[in-house]
T-cell receptor
Framework: ELKVEQNPLFLSMQEGKNYTIYCNYSTTSDRLYWYRQDPGKSLESLFVLLSNGAVKQEGRLMASLDTKARLSTLHITAAVHDLSATYFC?????????????WGAGTKLIIKP | GAGVSQSPSNKVTEKGKDVELRCDPISGHTALYWYRQSLGQGLEFLIY????????KSGLPSDRFSAERTGGSVSTLTIQRTQQEDSAVYLCASSDGGFFVGGYTFGSGTRLTVV
């Protein structure tokens, strides 16, 4: 059974600081996704990581994937208030010819001015 | 359509009534997923469709919950005899189901309140 663990589950930080959210998963997978959810809104895709060593960056967010360690990180550089949201990672599970994403519990990020 | 459309966006119902939630996926997306999200919580998987069939319905919490998909497109999630614990946001997502690089695209959700 594929399990996905995120930590921390809650993070409160000051603007301008750097921090990292971790996503561990229990069995081999070839793809990992990061999503963002603003309060009262739906989820929107941030990054798709398709291979070992993959790194994607968008503004102050950078995601990386280490498939050997079964670990992805989402790094926030010089945080700003607008990045306050809940961040989910999800790992691809293939069953026969079908695919599902298995989700982490989410990390609620609050960035204080 | 251009995105995943869910209706209604909000639904208030009395305990014991039945409700139907609708999801219209992205045109051409063969896979469709239903999730439930309680306030401040993560995603609770309910059911998954590939075409019109449901390979995985393991997440349906009780036999009061059912879902169908017709024509490989629109899906309806039905909750019978609603209970207060059914109050949550119900999210629908779709994907291309094949090579699946893009992951899921989510709808805006239906906020269900049972009073």
């Amino acid at each position: 059974e594929l399990k996905v663990e995120q930590n921390p589950l809650f993070l409160s930080m000051q603007e301008g600081k750097n921090y990292t959210i971790y996503c561990n998963y229990s069995t081999t997978s070839d793809r990992l996704y990061w999503y963002r959810q603003d309060p009262g809104k739906s989820l929107e895709s941030l990054f798709v990581l398709l291979s070992n060593g993959a790194v994607k960056q968008e503004g102050r967010l950078m995601a990386s994937l280490d498939t050997k360690a079964r670990l992805s990180t989402l790094h926030i550089t010089a945080a700003v208030h607008d990045l306050s949201a809940t961040y989910f990672c999800a790992v691809n599970l293939r069953m026969d010819s079908n695919y599902q994403l298995i989700w982490g519990a989410g990390t609620k990020l609050i960035i204080k001015p | 359509g251009a995105g995943v459309s869910q209706s209604p966006s909000n639904k208030v119902t009395e305990k014991g009534k039945d409700v139907e939630l609708r999801c219209d996926p992205i045109s051409g997306h063969t896979a469709l997923y239903w999730y439930r999200q309680s306030l401040g919580q993560g995603l609770e998987f309910l059911i998954y469709f590939q075409g019109n069939s449901a390979p995985d319905k393991s997440g349906l919490p009780s036999d009061r919950f059912s879902a169908e998909r017709t024509g490989g497109s629109v899906s309806t999630l039905t909750i019978q005899r609603t209970q207060q614990e059914d109050s949550a946001v119900y999210l629908c997502a779709s994907s291309d189901g094949g090579f699946f690089v893009g992951g899921y695209t989510f709808g805006s959700g239906t906020r269900l309140t049972v009073v």
